[in-house]
């Protein structure tokens, strides 16, 4: 596990002092997990992924002053603009079935499956109260496969995040072949690299690149031309439910 660094470590103290404010013991647990819990080089992009497990539904009291939380800690520094939360019940995080997010109970968290992976595997922080893994089921790899899937639409519906797209759908093929969920984007674009075609190597670097902060001239060029082609490369490699 990788330290974790000082602008993390800043943004996850505001969090946890807010949360602590409006929810009180409501709040059971919260932790990150993502980028920042796998060896990455030093400029790598990261967002700040995270979970709250809380013992009671939220109400729209609650909704709105996490959303004024939200407002002040996206003031503080780029990390805090991109938050990306989910809210459990923790009553619903014991369970395997996707939960529906406190913040919007039309959402649900349909990488579930993959989160609750990490988890046992060890790629999380726990920054306050219980540990999640006492919590969650161990995913079967049927919940696996519908977790990826659900990625995958979520790769496609946002052709706009070309680097994201090539390098999410790296992990998705990385992730069938090995039948292991638990990579970083940043391994699954190294496993790309050695694996697949090389017809895909100059998109699959130009997306590392720009997870390094690191692009090249003709780098933006290359993307727009070969991540919509990559992504349906992707998507016709699935294996057949």
Known sequence: MPPLPD??????DALRQGLNAILGDACSSLFLYGAVAFPRPEHWRIDFDYHVLVRRPLDEADRRQVGVLASELAQLSELGA?????????????????????????????????????IHAG????IAGADPREVVPVPTWAELDAGLRSEMHFVEAHPDAKAFGVLNGARILCSYETRDVVLSKYQAGQWALESLPPEWHDGIRAALRWYERSSLEGDERTLAESAAPF????????PLT
Not at 7 to 12: D, E, G, K, M, T
Not at 123 to 126: G, K, S, T
Not at 231 to 236: F, K, L, S
């Open 7 to 12: 602008a993390v470590i800043a943004l996850s």
């Open 123 to 126: 790629r999380y922080f726990v």
């Open 231 to 238: 992504v349906a490369y992707v998507g016709r490699s699935l």
């Open 82 to 118: 991109d938050l990306d939360g989910y809210f459990v019940l923790l009553a619903d995080a014991a369970r395997p079935e996707p939960p529906r997010h406190q913040l919007d109970l039309e959402v649900r968290d349909n990488a579930w499956a993959l989160h609750r992976a990490h």
